[in-house]
T-cell receptor, first 111, second 112 residues
Framework: QKEVEQDPGPLSVPEGAIVSLNCTYSNSAFQYFMWYRQYSRKGPELLMYTYSSGNKEDGRFTAQVDKSSKYISLFIRDSQPSDSATYLCAMSASNTDKLIFGTGTRLQVFP | NAGVTQTPKFRILKIGQSMTLQCAQDMNHNYMYWYRQDPGMGLKLIYYSVGAGITDKGEVPNGYNVSRSTTEDFPLRLELAAPSQTSVYFC???????????FGSGTQLSVL
């Protein structure tokens, strides 16, 4: 079993839809959770960063962590074609540990 | 502020050739990393460094070597290129290990 599981998609939604992207993990020691967005032929860029459980909101994006279920989510409201990208989750147990990445979910938002 | 700079952007190698992928960061980050990304496979850690003079293997180190003589630079060396090393390579840096990574724009390498 991989430490971090992520559905590769692709996920195709119409503009304006609410998108839910998810990752599950097996290591209960993970405390730092991140979402990266990667456009085609570009390096990943950090989108959201959360510590421990709870929600964090930034504009149209909300990151949610449920440590009891070992499940994290990224919600995108009012999705735009410019949100079309691959979204990778990443997590670590401490701020000195290496990040463990999911395989990424490819999202396509069509007009 | 340049961030993480990788060169070259594209390269084609013949089997058995060697090359060095360059990576430099100007954020005074202690941690630096090399990842490879294959389609549908996510990011695989090749090597990482926690500071100048200190390097360690990641998940897929075979066929690669690294050095870290300065805080800024972290080159990745391929000694005998093989078709299995065809991939996109990303260099990244962070202030500490579990913190947010800053990625370069990648090097697309083909070994034919």
């Amino acid at each position: 079993q991989k430490e971090v599981e992520q559905d590769p998609g692709p996920l195709s939604v119409p503009e304006g839809a609410i998108v839910s992207l998810n990752c599950t993990y097996s290591n209960s020691a993970f405390q730092y959770f991140m979402w990266y967005r990667q456009y085609s032929r570009k390096g990943p860029e950090l989108l959201m960063y959360t510590y421990s459980s709870g929600n964090k909101e930034d504009g149209r994006f909300t990151a949610q962590v449920d440590k009891s279920s070992k499940y994290i989510s990224l919600f995108i409201r009012d999705s735009q074609p410019s949100d079309s990208a691959t979204y990778l989750c990443a997590m670590s147990a401490s701020n000195t540990d290496k990040l463990i990445f999911g395989t990424g979910t490819r999202l396509q938002v069509f007009p | 502020n340049a961030g993480v700079t990788q060169t070259p952007k594209f390269r084609i190698l013949k089997i058995g050739q060697s090359m060095t992928l360059q990576c430099a960061q100007d954020m005074n980050h202690n941690y630096m990393y090399w990842y490879r990304q294959d389609p549908g496979m996510g990011l695989k850690l090749i090597y990482y460094s926690v500071g100048a003079g200190i390097t360690d293997k990641g998940e897929v180190p075979n066929g690669y070597n690294v050095s870290r003589s300065t805080t800024e630079d972290f080159p990745l060396r391929l000694e005998l290129a093989a078709p299995s090393q065809t991939s996109v390579y990303f260099c990244a840096s962070s202030r500490q290990g579990g913190e947010k990574l800053f990625f370069g724009s990648g090097t697309q390498l083909s070994v034919l």
